[in-house]
């Protein structure tokens, strides 16, 4: 077990590409850190330069005190599940999982002894004599995660594990990660496009985007206090509606020109709102006071069974806002609706920069 | 290649050391000196050479039998590959078509593949043989006074017969893999756009047995320009004199047999520029087909 | 959809017969004796002298050659295509294995060294190598024979669009397991290859013992004469003969085929695999 820091790291290809530009995290001995982002931010890129499957460009990686920028992924105390498991298909469960161990010497008893157990945390000890082929996507992926298992290693690294699996496994999986990492206390990297898979794993979430870091922070923080508008409409489903405005003399108004009275952020007359679908609610009329009031025409009713999404438009066009409803309420299209949301709850960020701002 | 690769200052160049040695002994050396030898005229009684410049090609291009050699070669290439093809092309559809017995079929119409061209000269040249060659009556049923080894055209014939039989069994397997890969899906959707089955094979089978069909005609093209050397040889038995012969069988005669070197060699210079043509065609394509998957 | 029709059985049937015939009439002509087939043709019966040529063929000197007998055509031609066989799997896979796992200078040149073999083809420069042989002293030789055929990049193509379909992180998962090169080549790489190895053991195994020309002009020692490579002699002897063995010359030509036919039926769907996935 150890502590994982990375410090301005930077990773270039041939060609100048700059996949990864300067990230620096330090990870606490036992914490589950999960890198999120679209597909191309850099998140796997990193991942398989603590690695040590990809060289580092500039900056320092330290696993535990030791810098690692030149050691051989083998020698690196880390043990790493892939995306497609990469189990050894020509071996059996058994000897996929003792390979490693066999590797670097360690006694057959040992190996014997840390197989088994692995085997009984997993659920796994049935299949031991079978190869790779002969098992199901779930057990497949049981076995990627024993294989990292035996080795007792100072962190576990995760490529996006479960994307592999269908929809009810994935979940069933996930919870289990989850139960394991904590059982066995040790340091996790994780990667993921699934924000979803990223906001229940983690300890802290850290987001990436074109190769830099958006925000780092426990889930919760993540989600209620977005650094930015891309980290607002990357994490949440339905994400966070944004909207640009000016504040004029009476409100504010949307780019389409349709107008909305709402809070006013500090100094600025031009910035983004932004307003989780769960915090808007259905008024009787327009309201007056600091918080946020709008008027919209429902598009679309879509029912996905605890609740509702309410799909609306303003009367002249612009950005369609989402509303999160409780399942029984009905609401035809074409409706209009007033809308409320109490200004505690509105996130403003920069017009330019889509910062968050205060 | 790969993501990650090892790095090691000496390991690859361990591995590729038996395989590069033999190439450079077995494959430069002997292109080089075929090379260099087409431009020296080698004295018959191996006292010395002496350089004579394009001399040699001249020679070749110019004497009327390497003509006629060529034209037979370039006649005998486009039927073995047309006959072959087509013939192939035809029972893989139909293979592929029926239900019962595909396999057996399947079994029946490739195993050809392991006889060697020799083996299959020599079964074709007794079948094709003046007094004991069952063809020979077939042939007089029509009139046909058939006389292999002796009759230009007849020993021409049945050179080409013996090629496309030994060369349907590569055609076939290839053909009949390449409509296996065609979907289902893609098969039933042409069912319900497209009522005539034979429409269906012109309009969608077909384009998509094109890159096959392509990868084939330049495989079939080498085939007969080199492969079939063991046929030839088999079928004119030594004596080239009025038969047939294709251009690789001229570098073997005048090389081995005739002693003449430079002339020899300057013939393979021009084979190989063919080959070369050919290949790069063939490389070519392969990239794009690894572009379609 | 697509009904069977009588006609497509008709072809595949005629197709097959065109593919079977000639073979199963040579094989039955060679159970008859000579005179009986000078006199009467090709034969589509069985002929009785079954035992008496094909021993004869095999184990006596003196038909066609002078000195080799049946068996020891067959034994060097086993030599021929197992020892060309191997040969070109064990320098293919360590070149393909070079080329593709390991991140070298002179890679992408080595890459062309070897490649541009595939654009001549042995016969195009018989003549120069048939010098080269002779000035190494190698005519005559087992080892003349195999090792200038292995001059060629075939099964090094084959490896190498193998190697690059292998999934990047079995390599990976490897050398975090602690894996180096000789241990992920020997561990892995070459368990996870073993039906590609038996496909391409096969297509090199036919190639190898069908091979004519070569043997041809590198042995002219009977000893090392193989069974194709008597084809020739049989067709000398029969220059100036009254009353030619068929039956003997038969026999042989049965039992030149016989072993490569038997490997292609018998391994026929790794064969398939092997020649269709590959690309030559």
Sequence with gaps: ?358 | ?293 | MYRTRLSDHLILILGSFMMIGPVAVIFLTSTHDAVEVHRHGLMATWGGHFTDTYRKVLFESGGFTGQATGLRMLMNSMILGIGFAVGKIVLSMMAAYAIVYFRFRMGTFFFWVIFTTLLLPLEVRIVPSYEVVQKLGMLNTYSGMIVPLLASATGTFYFRQFFKSVPDELLEAARIDGAGPWKFFIDILVPISKTMIAAIFIIMFVYGWNQYLWPMMMTSDEVYFTLVRGIKQILLVWVGSQIPDYNEAFALAVLAMLPPVIVVVVFQSWFIKGLTESDK
């Design chain 2, 1 to 293: 290649m790969k993501r990650v690769q090892f790095s090691s200052a000496s390991l690859p160049y361990l591995y590729l050391l038996p395989q590069l040695a033999i190439i450079v002994v077995f494959f430069y050396w002997p292109s080089v000196q075929a090379i260099q030898s087409s431009f020296y005229l080698e004295d018959p009684f191996g006292f010395g050479s002496t350089f004579v410049g394009l001399d040699n090609y001249t020679d070749v291009l110019e004497s009327s039998s390497y003509g006629e050699i060529a034209r037979f070669t370039v006649v005998f290439t486009l039927l073995v590959t047309f006959l072959s093809l087509s013939l192939a092309l035809l029972f893989a559809v139909k293979a592929d078509a029926v239900l019962k017995g595909s396999s057996t079929y399947k079994t029946l119409l490739m195993w050809v593949y392991a006889i060697a061209p020799p083996v299959a000269g020599l079964m074709g040249v007794m079948f094709f043989d003046m007094h004991i060659g069952p063809f020979l009556e077939v042939a007089r049923l029509v009139g046909w006074d058939f006389r292999i080894g002796l009759n230009y055209f007849d020993t021409a014939f049945a050179m080409v017969v013996i090629s496309v039989w030994k060369q349907i069994p590569y055609n076939f397997i290839f053909f009949l893999s390449g409509l296996q890969a065609i979907p289902k899906s893609l098969r039933e959707a042409g069912a319900i756009d497209c009522r005539s089955g034979f429409r269906r094979f012109w309009t969608i089978t077909l384009p998509l047995l094109a890159p096959t069909a392509f990868f084939l005609l330049i495989i079939n093209m080498t085939y007969a320009l080199f492969d079939t050397f063991g046929i030839i040889d088999v079928v004119v038995k030594d004596k080239a004199a009025n038969n047939p012969i294709t251009l690789v069988y001229k570098v073997y005669m005048d090389g081995f047999r005739g002693g003449d070197l430079g002339g020899s060699s300057a013939q393979s210079v021009i084979l190989m520029f063919v080959v070369f043509v050919l290949t790069i065609f063939q490389f070519r394509f392969i990239e794009r087909r690894v572009h379609y998957n």
């Design chain 1, 1 to 358: 077990m150890a502590t994982i820091s990375l410090e301005t790291i930077r990773k270039v290809y041939a060609g100048d590409v700059e996949a990864v530009k300067g990230v620096s995290i330090d990870i606490a001995d036992g914490e589950f850190i999960v890198l999120v982002g679209p597909s191309g931010c850099g998140k796997s890129t990193l991942l398989r330069m603590i690695a040590g499957l990809e060289d580092i460009t500039s900056g320092e990686a330290r696993i535990g005190e030791k810098v690692v920028n030149k050691v051989d992924p083998a020698d690196r105390d880390i043990a790493m599940v892939f995306q497609n498991y990469a189990l050894y298909p020509h071996m059996t469960v058994y000897n996929n999982l003792a390979y490693g161990l066999k590797n670097r010497g360690t006694p057959k008893a040992e190996i014997e002894r840390r197989v088994k157990e692995a085997a009984r945390i997993l659920e796994i000890g049935d299949y031991l004599d079978r190869k790779p082929r002969a098992l199901s996507g779930g057990q497949r992926q049981r076995v990627a995660m024993g294989r990292a298992i035996v080795r007792e290693p100072a962190a576990f690294l995760f490529d996006e594990p479960l994307s592999n699996l269908d929809a009810k496994l994935r979940v069933q999986m996930r919870v289990e990660i989850k139960r394991l990492q904590r059982e066995l206390g040790t340091t996790s990297v994780y990667v993921t496009h699934d924000q979803l898979e990223a906001m229940t794993l983690a300890d802290r979430l850290v987001v990436l985007n074109g190769g830099n870091i958006e925000q780092i922070g426990a889930p919760i923080e993540v989600y209620q206090n977005p650094a930015s508008t891309f980290v607002a409409s990357f994490i949440g489903s339905p994400a966070m509606n944004l909207l640009k405005v000016t504040a004029g003399e009476v409100g504010l108004a949307l780019e389409s020109g349709s107008g909305l009275s709402g809070p006013n952020s500090k100094g600025k007359d031009r910035y983004t709102l932004g307003i989780r679908p769960e915090h808007l609610e259905v008024s009787d009329g327009p309201t007056d006071g600091d918080g946020l009031s709008l008027e919209v025409t429902v598009n679309v009713l879509e029912l996905v069974g605890a609740e509702s999404f309410v799909y609306a438009s303003f009367a002249d066009g612009g950005p369609e806002i989402v509303l999160r409803v409780p399942s029984h309420a009905r609401y035809t299209p074409g409706e209009t609706l007033h809308l409320k949301a109490l200004a505690e709850d509105v996130r403003f960020f920069d017009a330019d920069t889509g910062k968050l701002i205060g």
